[in-house]
């Protein structure tokens, strides 16, 4: 969606090493989700964010919404090969609105 | 529990095939989705209910019909379909409709041939 723009389209860490993916929209988030998705398979909820500022964290995931509620970041720490994966945000651009708009993706692969 | 099951897993059928795509939970959610996703793309939602009523309909071809006979239920059902509509068609659920996360089944792998 150009609405809502990934980055980066795909990513290879070293094991152990930490990792962040950016999701950025053009419009005012009334709600970002992440989930990760293994090729061919259904998708995974992660998080959800709503409110400026907000941070969640998951075992070694950590995500934020920032102040301005347009940016968001995954963060992955100490990355294992179950981390590997299609992350994929998804927003909502309007207050009232049921439904999600995806970003396109990052692709993250584990180099052990 | 926050699984969604989707039927069959793979599905190979025919342009002059009908068939039939199920989905069930069991988490007494009240909104219900369908989405498309094609190779290496996001996926793109086609249909929304909420409370067994069709909320929402992303401008979808008339050969896919949606069907929600109760709260737990969604069934997509297909006819005359296309080469260009095989992907994968996940089903979703969330407890209402505004500002609540969605849990996504495994998907149906279609192939039109």
């Known amino acids: 969606s150009q609405e809502l723009e990934q980055s980066p389209q795909s990513l290879i860490v070293q094991e152990g090493k930490n990792l962040t993916i950016n999701c950025t929209s053009s419009?005012?988030?009334?709600?970002l989700y992440w989930y990760k998705q293994k090729y061919g398979e259904g998708l995974i909820f992660l998080m959800m964010?709503?409110?400026?500022?907000e941070e969640k964290s998951h075992e070694k995931i950590t995500a934020k919404l920032d102040e301005k509620k347009q940016q968001s970041s995954l963060h992955i720490t100490a990355s294992q090969p179950s981390h590997a994966g299609i992350y994929l945000c998804?927003?909502?651009?309007?207050?009232?609105?049921?439904?999600?708009?995806f970003g396109s993706g990052t692709r993250l692969s584990i180099r052990p | 529990d926050t699984e969604v099951t989707q039927t069959p897993k793979h599905l190979v059928m025919g342009m002059t095939n009908k068939k039939s795509l199920k989905c069930e939970q069991h988490?007494?959610?009240?909104?219900m989705y369908w989405y498309k996703q094609k190779a290496k793309k996001p996926p793109e939602l086609m249909f929304v209910?909420?409370?067994?009523?069709?909320?929402i309909n992303e401008s979808v071809p008339s050969r896919f019909s949606p069907e929600c006979p109760n709260s737990s239920l969604l069934n997509l059902h297909l006819h005359a379909l296309q080469p260009e509509d095989s992907a994968l068609y996940l089903c979703?659920?969330?407890?209402?409709?505004?500002?609540?996360?969605?849990?996504f089944g495994p998907g149906t792998r279609l192939t039109v041939t």
């Open positions: 979703a659920s969330s407890q209402g409709l505004a500002g609540d996360e969605q849990y």
């Open positions: 419009k005012t988030l009334y709600g």
């Open positions: 964010l709503q409110k400026g500022g």
């Open positions: 998804g927003a909502k651009l309007y207050s009232s609105a049921s439904k999600i708009i």
């Open positions: 988490m007494g959610h009240r909104a």
């Open positions: 209910y909420s409370y067994e009523k069709l909320s």
